[in-house]
T-cell receptor, first 116, second 119 residues
Framework: ELKVEQNPLFLSMQEGKNYTIYCNYSTTSDRLYWYRQDPGKSLESLFVLLSNGAVKQEGRLMASLDTKARLSTLHITAAVHDLSATYFCAVDMSANSGGSNYKLTFGKGTLLTVNP | DARVTQTPRHKVTEMGQEVTMRCQPILGHNTVFWYRQTMMQGLELLAY????????DSGMPKDRFSAEMPDATLATLKIQPSEPRDSAVYFC?????????????????FGQGTRLTVV
């Protein structure tokens, strides 16, 4: 069974600081998503990482994927209050199912609070 | 602006009543997921469909939950009878998967969710 672990689960940081959220997964995967969720809202896709070494950046967020280590990171640079939200990573376990099952298993999420 | 549409957005019902949630996937997407989100369990995959056929519903309590896709533009999730522990936000998501895997130009898009409260 695929397990997806995020840490930390709670992150309180000050504006202007940098931090990294980690996403570890237990078995081989070939596709990893990062989503953002604001309170009471839906999940918004931030990044889709498709291969080992993939790095994507959007504004103050940068995501990377190391498939050998089964690790993805979401790095926050110079945080601002607007980044306060819950961030989820999700892993596609299709590589483990002979390519027949393309579905997403989610981590528990990281609740990020950016304080002024 | 293509989006996944879910109805209703909110539902309050009494224990024992039937609840039906609906989802309209993005036009052209062939894969539909149903997720349930709670504080305790996070996001759990209940069921998913490809080309309207159910592929996996192992995450769903079979005695009271059922999921169907009557046509390509509608997916439904029913709970009968509902119980207080079913209170959660239910999300539908859709995507496009080709024979070789996910279409590189698409991803899984989520609807706004149905917030269900069973009292």
């Amino acid at each position: 069974e695929l397990k997806v672990e995020q840490n930390p689960l709670f992150l309180s940081m000050q504006e202007g600081k940098n931090y990294t959220i980690y996403c570890n997964y237990s078995t081989t995967s070939d596709r990893l998503y990062w989503y953002r969720q604001d309170p009471g809202k839906s999940l918004e896709s931030l990044f889709v990482l498709l291969s080992n070494g993939a790095v994507k950046q959007e504004g103050r967020l940068m995501a990377s994927l190391d498939t050998k280590a089964r690790l993805s990171t979401l790095h926050i640079t110079a945080a601002v209050h607007d980044l306060s939200a819950t961030y989820f990573c999700a892993v596609d376990m299709s590589a483990n199912s002979g390519g027949s099952n393309y579905k997403l298993t989610f981590g528990k999420g990281t609740l990020l609070t950016v304080n002024p | 602006d293509a989006r996944v549409t879910q109805t209703p957005r909110h539902k309050v019902t009494e224990m024992g009543q039937e609840v039906t949630m609906r989802c309209q996937p993005i036009l052209g997407h062939n894969t539909v997921f149903w997720y349930r989100q709670t504080m305790m369990q996070g996001l759990e995959l209940l069921a998913y469909f490809r080309n309207r056929a159910p592929l996996d519903d192992s995450g769903m309590p079979k005695d009271r939950f059922s999921a169907e896709m009557p046509d390509a533009t509608l997916a439904t999730l029913k709970i009968q009878p509902s119980e207080p522990r079913d209170s959660a936000v239910y999300f539908c998501a859709s995507g496009l998967v080709r024979s070789g895997g996910w279409d590189k130009n698409t991803e899984a898009f989520f609807g706004q969710g149905t917030r269900l409260t069973v009292v």
